[in-house]
T-cell receptor
Framework: GAVVSQHPSRVICKSGTSVKIECRSLDFQATTMFWYRQFPKKSLMLMATSNEGSKATYEQGVEKDKFLINHASLTLSTLTVTSAHPEDSSFYIC?????????FGAGTRLSVL | AQRVTQPEKLLSVFKGAPVELKCNYSYSGSPELFWYVQYSRQRLQLLLRHISRESIKGFTADLNKGETSFHLKKPFAQEEDSAMYYCALRNTDKLIFGTGTRLQVFP
C-alpha cells in the first residue's frame, strides 16, 4: 500500500521557537495532503488541507499565521508551528490522499517547554 | 452539519465474543463511510470502507441509511483486535472522524 513518511517523530523545543514538520508521500503523488491535531484520548481534528501549488485551506479556528503550511511539490507538505508555546504541545498527524483513501503518517509529538 | 458519533469510548470483551462498535453519522448527501484502526504504537490505517462491502480481518460494516449508522462488527473477537477504532465520513476530499472507540479484547 501507499506509504506516507512524517518527520520528525518527536520534537522538543523551547517556547518561542519555530518547528517544521515534514510529510512525504513516498510512492505516490498527492495533490492534496491533510494536517490533523490529536489531543490526548480525543479524535483527530483536521487543521488544514494542503494543496500543491496553492494556498492551504484552514479549518475554522485554526490560525494560519501560527500554523504555516507549504505544499511545494506533489510529494511533500510541511507544517511549521511558528513561535511555539506550551499550548501547542500535541500530536500532529499528516495524511495524503490517493483516490478516496487517505494514508497517514506516523505522527509527530511536539513538546514545547 | 456533518458529524460522526461514536458513543462508546471503551469496549471490553473476552476473546471469542462478538463485537459491535457503533457509529452514527449526520450528512446531507450520499455518505461515504470508512473505518480506520490504530494499533498500539502504529499509525492510523484504513480497515474498510462501505463502498467496497468487504470483510477485512473478519470485520464487516453495513451502511444503514435509515438509521444513519455504520456499525463495525466481528462475530468472534481476537486479542490482536485490541486497538483504537475510528469511524470516518468523507466530506468532499476531507475526512470527518468520530471520537474513536478503544476495543480491548481479553484472553
Amino acid at each position: 500500500g501507499a506509504v506516507v513518511s512524517q518527520h520528525p517523530s518527536r520534537v522538543i523545543c523551547k517556547s518561542g521557537t519555530s518547528v517544521k514538520i515534514e510529510c512525504r508521500s513516498l510512492d505516490f503523488q498527492a495533490t492534496t495532503m491533510f494536517w490533523y491535531r490529536q489531543f490526548p484520548k480525543k479524535s483527530l481534528m483536521l487543521m488544514a488541507t494542503s494543496n500543491e501549488g496553492s494556498k492551504a485551506t484552514y479549518e475554522q479556528g485554526v490560525e494560519k499565521d501560527k500554523f504555516l503550511i507549504n505544499h511545494a511539490s506533489l510529494t511533500l507538505s510541511t507544517l511549521t508551528v511558528t513561535s511555539a508555546h506550551p499550548e501547542d504541545s500535541s500530536f500532529y498527524i499528516c495524511s495524503a490522499g490517493q483516490g478516496i483513501i487517505q494514508y497517514f503518517g506516523a505522527g509527530t509529538r511536539l513538546s514545547v517547554l | 452539519a456533518q458529524r460522526v458519533t461514536q458513543p462508546e469510548k471503551l469496549l471490553s470483551v473476552f476473546k471469542g465474543a462478538p463485537v459491535e462498535l457503533k457509529c452514527n453519522y449526520s450528512y446531507s448527501g450520499s455518505p461515504e463511510l470508512f473505518w480506520y484502526v490504530q494499533y498500539s504504537r502504529q499509525r492510523l490505517q484504513l480497515l474498510l470502507r462501505h463502498i467496497s462491502r468487504e470483510s477485512i480481518k473478519g470485520f464487516t460494516a453495513d451502511l444503514n441509511k435509515g438509521e444513519t449508522s455504520f456499525h463495525l462488527k466481528k462475530p468472534f473477537a481476537q486479542e490482536e483486535d485490541s486497538a483504537m477504532y475510528y469511524c470516518a465520513l468523507r466530506n468532499t476530499d476531507k475526512l470527518i472522524f468520530g471520537t474513536g472507540t478503544r476495543l480491548q479484547v481479553f484472553p
